[in-house]
């Protein structure tokens, strides 16, 4: 097992991995400076919908995106940059280069146990140090945040560097990790505290880019036997479908799972 992967034992302690690295001494505050992303399976690998598309995905994602944006334009207002379409069309569900995150470890936990026919397998919650990740930047980007006092990109910030995604791997000869904030165009994204990522290079899995940078990720195991427990707290803070997919398809979904029979 490698020094930067973990697998916990009880409710306490994920809770003391999640937040291990949250104090901040620049600001006195207890800040994490982590990106969050839970899944169901522990062995699910971290790539994008485009990649997992298949084929001449990196061709084929112009297509999907001329289309989509043609389409689409009636119903989305807001900015025309390329990383505001995809913004958008990540959110709707479009295969993209993007990878989706969040802020907020609770609702990592919540998509880490929310698939009650995946109770029967271990868990995970990634956390990726995006400050770390940011500074390895190419330098236009790196002098983009400074500029802003920013650790993250908006989609605004980006587009300013950034307009067209192929240009985003021409910044550099190595490859590098994006992190932005997607315009808050409906409240899930407000309400699971939501942000994105993309490689420079859309061929690049997440995976390989961060077992080349160990030091600045760690992998938290949730054993398939801790999964009811955690679910079941978090239900009880309120941590559910219904709060993080506002509507009527988030209530069902809610309501669904929480009176499902436990099995096993």
């Known amino acids: 097992m490698v020094d930067n992967e973990v ?3 009880s409710w306490n302690q994920l809770q003391d991995e999640l937040f291990s690295d ?18 169901s399976d522990a062995g699910y690998p971290l790539v994008t919908g485009l990649i997992r598309l298949g084929g001449n995905f990196v061709e084929i994602e112009k297509h999907i995106l001329r289309n989509f944006k ?17 913004s958008v069309a990540q959110h ?10 969040t802020y907020s470890p609770f609702v990592a936990m919540h998509f880490a146990t929310a698939n009650i026919e995946k109770f029967n397998v271990d868990g995970v919650i990634w956390a990726v140090n995006y400050v770390q990740a940011h500074q ?42 994006v992190f932005f904030e997607p315009p808050s165009m ?16 859309p061929l690049q899995p997440i995976d390989a880019w961060l077992a080349a940078h160990p030091s600045i990720w760690r992998k938290i195991i949730i054993p398939a036997d801790l999964k009811w427990e955690i679910r079941d707290k978090l239900d009880q803070a309120n941590i559910t479908e219904r709060v993080l997919f506002p509507g009527l398809d988030g209530l069902s979904r809610w309501l669904k799972r929480h009176y499902s029979p436990k099995l096993g």
């Open 92 to 101: 709707f569900g479009l295969p993209t280069r993007l990878l989706d995150w």
């Open 70 to 86: 043609k389409y689409a334009h009636r119903s989305v207002a807001g900015g025309d940059s390329s990383w505001h379409w995809l």
């Open 186 to 201: 409906e409240d899930r994204i407000v309400n699971q505290f939501a942000f994105f990522s993309t490689m420079s290079d």
């Open 22 to 39: 949250s104090w901040s001494p620049h600001l006195g505050r207890f800040r994490s400076r982590n990106a969050f992303r839970g899944l």
């Open 7 to 9: 697998r916990i034992e």
């Open 136 to 177: 390895m930047l190419p330098g236009s980007l790196r002098g983009a945040l400074e500029r802003e006092g920013a650790n993250v990109f908006t989609v605004e910030m980006l587009a300013d560097s950034v307009w067209s995604l192929g240009d985003l791997g021409n910044l550099s000869l190595n490859d590098f990790i």
